[in-house]
C-alpha cells in the first residue's frame, strides 16, 4: 500500500494553522473581557446629578421611594445591611434602581425576603444585590441602576443611569 505524503503534511499544516487561530482567539477573548470589565456600561448614561436621600433616611430591608432622572421617573434606594458588589455608602450596601420594568413599563414591586424587583405584568425579577440582574421573565435587559455617590455628610446623589429606561429611545433628557 502506498502513501500519500501531501496528504498528511496538509492536514499537519490545517491541524497547526487551526491551532494557532484557536490560542489568538482565546488571547484576544481574554483581553477584551479584562477590558470590558474595566471599562462602565456602555449604556450608561451621566445625567445631572440629584441628591435623592441621605444615608440616615434608610432602613435596611425597606425601599425608600424616589424620582430620577426627573420627576416622573420612579424608583428606590435600598439599603441591604451587608456589602454587595454596586453598593455604595460607608458599608458598601446602597443601590438604586428604576421601578418601571423594562419590558413593558408596569411598576416593580421589592420583595424582602429574597431582595428582588418583581414585575406583576409578565413575571420578570431582578436580583437587586446582583445589580439589578434579570433572573426570570420576559424582560430582555437587566434593570436600569442607577449611579450613585454618597458624600461626606452622607446625602446620596444620582449621577447616572447604566441601562436603557423604558419608553426612552436613548437615555437623553
Known sequence: MKRCNAMVDAG???FLAGAGLTA??????????????AAPSAARVDYPSSRLANVNDLKVDEPLQVAYPEADAPGVLLKFGKRVATGVGP??????FTTICPHKGFPLAFNK????????GHYS???CEAGGQQTWGHATQNLPQYV????????IYAEGVDELLYGRLSNVL
Do not use: E, H, W
Not at 482567539?25 to 470589565?37: C, D, L, S, Y
Not at 458599608?91 to 438604586?96: E, K, N, R, S
Not at 450613585?148 to 446625602?155: E, F
Open 12 to 14: 499537519r499544516r490545517r
Open 24 to 37: 489568538a482567539g482565546a488571547a484576544a477573548a481574554t483581553v477584551m473581557t479584562a477590558q470590558a470589565k
Open 91 to 96: 458599608d458598601g450596601d446602597i443601590v438604586g
Open 113 to 120: 425576603s429574597d431582595r428582588t424587583l418583581n414585575c406583576p
Open 125 to 127: 425579577r431582578f436580583d
Open 148 to 155: 450613585l455617590r454618597v458624600d461626606a455628610k452622607g446625602d
